[in-house]
């Protein structure tokens, strides 16, 4: 069964510091994954994703993400964390073509 | 630019009133999708259209309906709300095999 687990309803780091959020997956076939970012009141809006190819996924905004498949992880990280950083972030995985399975999502706070 | 839009952003319709809520794109996209997003919580998909076949997920109430007129509209149809589907509503569109791009929702309040 496909699933995303995401390690960590809350997150608070300090401005500058490094962002770590954690993404486990579980996937019977190659998976395809996302980094959606939430903002109050807003849409969710792509931060980068995998497909195939190339682990290292970098993204908007200065956030990248690691796909390992040993680990079944997707971690996304950002090295120094700014106050804009602030929103809910979901790990997703593509199922089936069309159906996205999201991850309960973390909340990133950063403090001044 | 090319984008995905709903309206209204806010709605507020009384306990039991049939209230409609619209989703556009200009992405040309084939496939379209209704999520209901409770605070705090992951996106919920409600259903999709992969151009004009519906989809509805298998614990979608039947309280809620949609229709798709042409690839470019959609529309979400609550017909009787219940004070448990106030919710944000997000809208979303994608190719097959990509990523989805969401529309900025519609905060539904029923009173």
């Known amino acids: 069964a496909q699933s995303v687990t995401q390690l960590g309803s809350h997150v608070s780091v300090s401005e500058g510091a490094l962002v770590l959020l954690r993404c486990n997956y579980s996937?019977?076939?190659?998976?395809?994954l996302f980094w959606y970012v939430q903002y109050p009141n807003q849409g969710l809006q792509l931060l980068l994703k995998y497909t195939t190819g190339a682990t290292l996924v970098k993204g908007i905004n200065g956030f990248e993400a690691e796909f390992k498949k040993s680990e079944t992880s997707f971690h996304l990280t950002k090295p120094s964390a700014h106050m804009s950083d602030a929103a809910e972030y979901f790990c997703?995985?593509?199922?089936?073509?069309?159906?996205?399975?999201f991850g309960a999502g973390t909340r990133l706070f950063v403090k001044a | 630019d090319a984008m995905v839009i709903q309206n209204p952003r806010y709605q507020v319709t009384q306990f039991g009133k049939p209230v409609t809520l619209s989703c556009s794109q200009t992405?040309?996209?084939?496939?379209m999708y209704w999520y209901q997003q409770k605070s705090s919580q992951a996106p919920k998909l409600l259903f999709h259209?992969?151009?004009?076949?519906?989809?509805n997920e298998a614990d979608t109430p039947d309280n809620f309906q949609s229709r798709r007129p042409n690839t470019s509209f959609c529309f979400l149809d609550i017909r009787s709300p219940g004070l448990g589907d106030a919710a944000m509503y997000l809208c979303a569109t994608s190719r097959v095999v990509n990523e989805q791009f969401f529309g900025p929702g519609t905060r539904l309040t029923v009173l």
């Open positions: 997703a995985l593509l199922w089936g073509g069309f159906k996205t399975i």
């Open positions: 996937s019977s076939v190659p998976p395809y």
């Open positions: 259209y992969y151009d004009k076949d519906f989809n």
């Open positions: 992405l040309n996209h084939n496939v």
